[in-house]
């Protein structure tokens, strides 16, 4: 199981730390009455005693969709998810948003399917479903009752077979999209300072580019280039499908050979260049934001891919940073200091390099540069010492807390089964993956931390409200950064 960080600014910020992922799993202070039974320290081995393993049958058809089932009885549900392996990071320098214009695109109707029907069909059923993008991927996913599991399999196929991509869905979607980026990024406070720290801290296009891409090569896209994106990415043989729930196995594999098994297969998309370069520097900017009422800052680093040994640590180390109010950076700068309004941050998993990035927003007069000497301080602190044992204790609780509260979701499990199968061809990770962070010592994280935070590879951005780049206040306005 990757974790997913809390974030607890407005919606906006929200919105702008983590893909919409989403797929953001909120945490919660509160452990329930079974999880208070569960022993302080779990060995991995142990495990399965707390999270019972999660049944997983996986096939591929002949065109290439691969095929996940994990039956479960106990609750008349079932949820379905398809994951498309297209995200920002498959689009090309003058093609960006391609992979978010779709995720609206892909409800505009299709050969068996008029516009919009897609909602009407699953909200007449009693279904829920959405759509999200991120960096890596694309996906679409429904819970509905159990007895429908053939109409969400036949409203996914349908579309996989033959979306509508005309010229009226295109233009209608291109400013549909325009629109979302005016009201959730160019008219929120500090949320395109986001997008910035990221351009900062990535130097490949792939990787730096915002998923909601560029409004001028939208403009720019012609039918044709919607067409053959559509053509190379959204094809069986890019995609995994994820059905969890009440249903009969062997009755879902004839219902996903019945409607998937006849979509032609097309060749494989162009493999995507993701590797940095290597640099140790501090890269300074300032962000004038014409919706902040106080300056704020952010500094971010480059740390390595998600599902390695270091990511493990720095999740870790994230959580004993930022998690909570509970956290290091919280108790100090928050409560003790009293010189911030809020502090929050965490890790954005991705294949290739990922980003840890941290936002600030001080109190009104309070001296940015000593705030952020004192962040640094913190993280030299737990370079240096490391965890202490409690420390330790408390993120094994949390990490075996959330672990059993998430898994009762359906949803929920159906959306990581497919991340596993979609990026590591394994969906049986989702038991597994635990004991990867459970296994992580306070060495490591000492160690993870020394080589990726406490450096001067790491991009630091100070956003400056409008009115007071205006008058040339320099009061509260943040100084430039100082080496560590």
Known sequence: MTKKVRITMSAALALALLPAALAQKARQTRTMTHQNRVQNRVEAGQLRSVLPRTPIEKFTLP?????????????????????????SRNERPGRTGFAHLFEHMMFQ???NVPKAGHFQYIFNAGGTMNGTTTSERTNYFETLPSHQLPLALWLESDRMRSLKVTQENLDNQREAVKEEKRLRFDNQ???????RINEMIFKNPANAHSTIGSMEDLNAATIEDVRDFFRIYYAPNNAVLAIVGDFDPQEARQLVERYFATIPRQPDPPQVDVSEPPEVAVRHDRYIDSFAQLPAFM???KVPPRRTPDFY?????SDLLLEGESSRLYQRLVKGEESLIAIQGGLNARRGPSSLTIFALPKPGKEVEQIRQTIMAEIK????????????????NNLLSNAVRSRQSSLFRAQRIAEFALYD???????????SYLSVTPEQIKQAVARYLDTDNRAVLDI??????KSGQTSDAPSAPQKQ
């Open 109 to 111: 109707g299709s050969e």
């Open 63 to 87: 065109n290439g969709l691969r095929v996940v089932l994990s039956p479960d009885r106990t609750v008349p549900v079932v949820s379905v998810a398809v994951y498309y392996d297209v995200g």
């Open 189 to 195: 406070p500090y949320v395109n300072a986001f997008l």
């Open 381 to 396: 602190r737990l370079a240096t010492e490391g965890p202490t044992a409690e420390e330790m204790e408390k993120l094994r």
């Open 299 to 301: 500094i971010g680093w």
């Open 313 to 317: 640590a720095l999740s870790l180390a």
């Open 425 to 435: 061809g394994d969906p049986e990770l989702f038991n597994t993956e635990l004991e």
């Open 464 to 469: 400056i409200p409008a009115r007071m780049a």
